[in-house]
């Protein structure tokens, strides 16, 4: 069965302090993982797309990397403003030419001044 | 800029009252998703539309119905809303697999439905 586990639900962080948010999943036929961030009351924001094992990508103080296992969000130097949930989705054909996402239950960001 | 856009933001309906939720987009994209997310949990996948073929999925109630008159399109109709559908109801959009093209789904800003 498909499954995506995200840890830790909650992690409360000051200022300037790094720290990597973990999202391991089990599923058949992976397209892909995707990062996204979610304000309260919002929609997900994407963040990053990880296609195979080994891949990299970067944004601003964000890092994601990928295993055959797992994903890592790696969090330089937080600010306030990176404070949200962010969620890990990966990607498995529907059948034909769609794709299907299946959630995590995210992770609870908050950083302090 | 280019968007996803779903009105209205927020939604009050009695029980029992069918009430209809709108998405469009700009994107361009084929494919549009509607999703159930409840307090602190995963966006839950409700059905999708590939152009017009229609896509349920198995556990989805027969409560919820869509429609997509068009590409730009699609609307959520929930029949009967019980005390157990309030929740934020999102809209996302994507290209197919087809081509390897990036296939990253873009999501509304949601709307928050209260059921009283």
């Known amino acids: 069965e498909d499954q995506v586990t995200q840890s830790p639900e909650a992690l409360r962080l000051q200022e300037g302090e790094s720290s990597s948010l973990n999202c391991s999943y089990t599923v058949s036929g992976l397209r892909g993982l995707f990062w996204y961030r979610q304000d309260p009351g919002k929609g997900p924001e994407f963040l990053f797309t990880?296609?195979?094992a080994g891949e990299e990508k970067e944004k601003e103080r964000l890092k994601a990397t990928l295993t055959k296992k797992e994903s890592f969000l790696h969090i330089t130097a937080p600010k306030p403003e990176d404070s949200a949930t962010y969620l890990c989705?990966?990607?498995?054909?529907?059948?034909?030419?769609?794709?299907?996402?299946?959630f995590g239950t995210g992770t609870l960001l908050a950083v302090q001044p | 800029d280019a968007m996803v856009i779903q009105n209205p933001r927020y939604q009050v309906t009695q029980f029992g009252k069918p009430v209809t939720l709108s998405c469009s987009q700009t994107l361009n994209h084929n494919v549009m998703y509607w999703y159930q997310q409840k307090s602190s949990q995963a966006p839950k996948l409700l059905f999708h539309y590939y152009d017009k073929d229609f896509n349920n999925e198995a556990d989805t109630p027969d409560n919820f119905q869509s429609r997509r008159p068009n590409t730009s399109f699609c609307f959520l109709d929930i029949r009967s809303p019980g005390l157990g559908d309030a929740a934020m109801y999102l809209c996302?959009?994507?290209?197919?697999?087809?081509?390897?093209?990036?296939?990253?789904?873009?999501f509304g800003p949601g709307t928050r439905l209260t059921v009283t």
């Open positions: 996302a959009t994507s290209r197919d697999w087809r081509g390897r093209s990036s296939y990253e789904q873009y």
């Open positions: 989705a990966v990607c498995r054909g529907y059948g034909g030419a769609t794709n299907k996402l299946i």
């Open positions: 990880l296609y195979s």
